[in-house]
């Protein structure tokens, strides 16, 4: 059971990419370079994002629980799996209470951002800080487990995980921050996959080995 909760964390990541891209490329007015992601919850079609967060955001939740009944011990054995829940939970947020109309989209909202945000806007905003902000941190937790475990390939490779995802939300400039958001999501929900796919395969390794029955003549 733990490792088909596990491999909920290796679907999501594409499942979310690939309605988001097709959407990103048909949504009238929709520019991919220039509007986040949570404008497309909004519209006429805007039911379809609404349901690719919630839907993405359970498949992480469940990642969570698969993660939380593996990692039985060791530094980060609580946490680590906790942040992942987290990012779940924030997505569902993020879906269930949508984005402000802003930066020209939907067609015919005002330029640049939204004068005044609703509550179901900064409810919205919740979300996010309960996603990517906390996976971000959740890599550092990753980290300091391989570290302490000695596996350090493992531990460069989540401390470039939350660097970079870092380097690309921070960046100064507002210029391009939807393309550099989009990019930090993917290498979060890259790196939960590859989590689950590692922890898929330790638990196979685990798995005590068939008895053979040897027939008596």
Not at 17 to 43: C, K, M, N
Not at 135 to 156: D, N, P, Q
Request: charged share 10%; proline share 6%; hydrophobic share 50%.
């Amino acid at each position: 059971m733990k490792n088909t909760l596990l491999g909920c964390g290796i679907v999501a990541g594409p499942l979310f990419a690939l309605i988001w891209a097709a959407q990103a490329t048909t949504r009238a007015g929709f520019d991919p370079g220039r509007h986040p992601i949570s404008l497309l919850s909004l519209g006429d079609l805007g039911w379809i994002q609404i349901t690719n967060f919630v839907v993405t955001g359970l498949l992480f939740t469940a990642c969570a629980v698969g993660m939380r009944q593996t990692l039985l011990s060791g530094r980060g054995h609580v946490w680590g799996p906790r942040l992942v829940g987290s990012l779940g939970v924030g997505l569902i947020i993020a879906g269930v209470f949508v984005t402000d109309p802003g930066a020209g989209y939907p067609i015919g909202a005002p330029e640049g951002a939204p004068d005044h945000m609703s509550v179901h806007g900064i409810v919205h905003e919740i979300g996010f800080m309960l996603s990517v902000p906390a996976m971000t941190v959740g890599a550092i937790v990753f980290a300091r487990r391989f570290k302490a475990a000695g596996e350090l390939r493992w531990y460069r490779g989540a401390l470039a995980t939350a660097g970079a995802v870092l380097l690309l939300t921070m960046f100064p400039s507002p210029d391009g921050f939807a393309v550099r958001a989009v990019i930090a999501t993917a290498i979060l929900f890259g790196f939960v996959a590859a989590l689950s796919a590692r922890y898929i395969h330790e638990n196979n390794r685990s798995l005590p080995l068939p008895q053979q029955h040897f027939a008596h003549n």
